[in-house]
């Protein structure tokens, strides 16, 4: 069993709620909503992403042998239902915002409507590779504006939640405007360019570091970027000038610790006075986007950052409050009430405004029957079980960007946000509570005031 | 190719520094250590996790036709060196903790010995899994401790970066001392039990709440675990005793949102007046250790608790400073003097020395060469390429909580601690330092200074 394409990676609530759906032949339209209750400390916008992996997800569910024996032998679960789960497949329909969107809280950036057992078991894969790409690409999306157009590259697998994570952090990271990645499998999967230097211990391998760019540098004539602060950067910087001085092609060099700042720029008049003067600076170690942003402020000569594990984890905040909710069964429209979690009832639209310039004005959530004045967000993915065509991950990447040159100067910086983006809830949408809370739900609400 | 086991999840580094060792034929034995370097702030200890994963890649390592395809197309490498990584396999030693063994900074978890490529490419994936799974059972242990015996179940698989995170995180939690998980895979992949309950939309999905109850009794009669909190909780709770009143077997309610202690006491003396004296409370909804640290000591009749994303991301502190080092090469002892980031050459053993009832009493990190009073925490887990029998993760996890019980009373509070567990650096390892700085290494550390 996969565990990346495993119907069993799921919770076990998914699966005895579905034989409870299918005891009772609870089969009517279910539509559950994606979206993120609130913004984290210190953020003011999200990138939405992972829909690909999400949509790959939906369109190849189903329940092999080996899957459906461990459901029979766990005992848990009745003959009928287990037959019954080896001929489930995706059937509905799934909207969603493109990849590379930016939203805000009380969106939904993704519209699943089906037959209830297919649209709940959904639940837990979606959100899970729809959370965290869009927690990566929202947390990318701030060191690609901190940068200012230096190039950035994600360095972060070694510290990565596992394999799928640093491989799909690759592909947020490029999705919200990176560069590249280190990650080698991010090639031929996503087709993302990838870079790499040397290691620290490819310099202490070797008796003296000047012997070790040498021996590099032979073997990548045209691409070697030299580690140079191993055991003092000054002086690896004067390595790889004499390194050059003999004829080898130096392409630049990269610092790894201490003060990036004071160290790129000694290194800088070290390169240029050693007749170094097209030879990049890479710099990395413990970077992040408040760091990038001080070191560009101050015009530290970087020409390129690698960003790991504050990117990959994204270390400050490495979860946003997203989740996926029923809104409506069999027609009707359905709503939580639960303390602090309450959500808005049916099938939302998302409409936004522009300013003349371009830049995002605000926005409206509405019911989808609601039509708003502005751009609606979210599109028909997926028609009745069939995928429809998706834009490649370059024009992803190419939205992104764009998006990030639409947003209000205020959300562009690090600093804390005076106001936050306005999102307002559209009338017909409290309307629609409201009409909830006077059915069904709100006798139950009422009779527990009691 | 499959990222789980493809060697090209991995840094490209690494694969442009072994073509350059093929290139001079630097194939003498490297000696790399896993360690973390610093405590995350507020914690005290970390736990050993994620071995058997790295055994597991390490022993199955090898280029496959689709890799080396990938590899000579991207036109970075020699076909020498193709070929040359199509025989590619460890052929070398491998000593570590056993998972489930708590250990400090700067004390190596793991070692490898094996020719300079082969030990240089484990690198990124190695510390990859090792480092998640320590992360994962680190936090853990930590609500392990604070639950008191209290039941804890894993629920985070939704907001685990994705699909290897959910699966390890399940795992590493289990090894620490949780007693099961949600994630249903986790159950045939690795044994762990898996528990589940309903979630708010089978109760929404309903015309009411009773109904639903109804409904999922019926097909779990004896293990029906009633979510209770969508409308109003003691409301719920009145209708968990109505229907275990009709004759239907309430294994328990479960509460997910609100202030915890209080429902859980009113929901309690409801239950225990329905004469639903044996059925348990679950409680679940934001949950880490420190909330159930407070439940525990005001006494919360709350029977299990189910923790979810901050324990699968470790929320406070998604990473650690865990870093994979060469410390000797070619006979050679080793090492990086990078500002903030130097290491302690040679291979290395750590000794720990117990007081009479047997909890700790201090570690002292010293060279292999230099045998002290105490426990040997390394031991040898591959030998020449081979795999040795490891522990079944049963066996792991009684040794985890084994650990947890020889923990020093301070380290086993949530509080900051007054003085951290005391690591001595031996005198022997401080002197091979210094000897490696009075060798090649240092000359250039001299040269540098002028």
Redo the contacts between chains.
Sequence with gaps: ????T?P??????????L???F??G?TDT?V?ELFVRKLPPGRKFLVAAGLEQALDFISQLRFGE?ELD?IAR?G?FRPDFIEHLAGLRFTGDVHAMPEGTVFFPDEPLLRVSAP?PQA?LL???V???V??ET?VASKAARSVLAAKGKRLID?G?????????????ARAAYLAGFSGT????A???FGIP?????????V??H???AAAFE??A???PE?AVLLI???????GARKAVELARSGVQVKGVRL???DLGALSRRVRKILDAGGLKDAIIFASGNLDEYRVAKLVAEGAPIDSFGIG?SLV???DC???D?V???EE?AGQP????????ATWPGRKQVYRRYHADGTFAGDVVTLESDPRPGEPLLARVIERGKRLASPALDSARAHALAQLERLPAPLRSLEAALAPYPVEIAPALRAAAEAVDRT??C???S???T
Tied chains: 1, 2.
């Excluded at 602060?229 to 000054?234: E, I, L, M, R, V």
């Excluded at 359905?334 to 979690?341: A, I, L, Y």
């Design positions: 069993m996969n565990p990346l495993s069993l990676l799921t919770d076990l609530y998914q699966l005895t709620m034989q409870a759906y005891a009772r609870m279910a559950f080996e461990w766990s848990l209830m709940q639940e837990t894969r959100l899970n590779l959370h965290f927690v360095f697998l070694r510290r990565a939640h596992g394999a799928e994570a640093g491989l799909l952090a280190s990650t080698v499998l090639a031929p999967r990838v870079f790499g230097t040397m290691a620290h211990s490819f202490q391998a008796e003296d570091e021996h590099f032979e073997v990548f691409s602060d191993t055991y003092d950067t000054a002086a790894d610790s201490g594990t984890t994204s270390a490495p979860f946003l997203a996926y909710k029923l069964y359905r709503r939580k009430r639960s303390t602090g979690k069904t739900g006798a139950s609400f009779s527990a005031a």
